[in-house]
């Protein structure tokens, strides 16, 4: 764990979108499938039309094989979106492709509840599993059978 850049120091906050700032650290469990959830009930990008603010909690749900990632980086890079112009959609996608490139996950959910802007929320979700491993069947079922009723939404 000495590697780890962000973890124990100050924070030096990126203003523009920075996967760079993703850390990992070893599975102490790679034998166990085990869930790991984050859940960032503060997380903000701009519309990349509007330039205006949009809101949500995003939730990141993971099975790690032989990578996790770092909670501090997570909050950095998360927070790194705020002058980012991406929609919704885009947001949580990239999430979902840039923790895949850096951990390599068996299986990983991005969940984003934004909130109303024009009296609609948008709140996309995505999905992988690692190919060539029964998560692959896990990640079409879940996707299949995704229910987003009913829920529970804390932060509108």
């Known amino acids: 764990m000495d590697d780890l850049k962000s973890l124990g120091k100050s924070s030096d906050y990126e203003f523009s979108y920075n996967p760079a700032i993703l850390e990992t650290f070893d ?39 032989i990578k996790m990632v770092e909670s501090k980086s997570l909050k950095l890079y998360l927070f790194s979106f705020r002058n980012h112009g991406g929609f919704h959609e885009d947001c949580v996608n990239l999430i979902m ?10 299986y990983i959910e991005v969940w984003g509840k934004f909130t109303p802007r024009g009296g609609i ?3 996309p979700w995505c999905n992988y599993g690692k190919p060539d491993t029964k998560f692959v069947a896990m990640a079409e079922y879940r996707l299949m059978n995704h229910d987003f009723y009913p829920e529970k939404v804390d932060n509108r």
């Open 97 to 106: 492709k840039d923790l895949i490139k850096l951990m390599d996950p068996r």
């Open 121 to 123: 929320s948008i709140d």
């Open 27 to 65: 599975n102490r469990h790679p034998a166990n499938d085990y869930w790991v959830k984050f859940n960032c009930p503060e997380f903000t990008s701009l519309c990349p039309i509007t330039g205006q603010p949009d809101f949500a909690a995003i939730y990141i749900s993971y099975i790690p094989d």
